[in-house]
């Protein structure tokens, strides 16, 4: 049964960091891309970044470009995404997806096939 599933997020201090990690079972990583993804109470989901699995391909939404980097280790079938200069507006549920296309619409949720349950990140002092 392919499942992901999020972990690392919780409530932090604007500026401060957080790794989330987004773990896949039943994949194997090589041949998907994975995309981050956030929603806001009363906002569209939106792409956050994306991590092809050809080319070494990466896509950051204007928002986090200088601040959130993501990064996969196949071997252990985790994709990562490090967030640090956290802001308020980065206060969001947090969501990773897996597409088969080798270079993924990070803009186009709906190109991605499956989804985890989420993961609350929290900015605020």
């Known amino acids: 049964q392919k499942q992901l599933v999020e972990s690392g997020g919780e409530a932090v201090q604007p500026g401060g960091s957080l790794r989330l990690s987004c773990a896949a079972s039943?994949?194997?990583?090589?041949?998907?891309?994975i995309g981050w993804f956030r929603q806001a109470p009363g906002k569209e989901r939106e792409g956050v970044s994306c991590s092809g699995s050809i080319e070494d391909y990466t896509y950051y939404a204007d928002s986090v470009k200088g601040r959130f980097t993501i990064s996969r280790d196949n071997a252990k079938n985790t994709v990562y995404l490090q967030m640090s200069s956290l802001k308020p507006e980065d206060t969001a549920v947090y969501y990773c997806?897996?597409?088969?296309?080798?270079?993924?619409?990070?803009?186009?949720?709906?190109?991605?096939?499956?989804w985890g349950q989420g993961t609350q990140v929290t900015v605020s002092s």
């Open positions: 039943g994949y194997t990583l090589d041949y998907y891309s």
């Open positions: 997806a897996a597409t088969h296309r080798g270079i993924p619409h990070c803009e186009v949720p709906a190109d991605f096939d499956s």
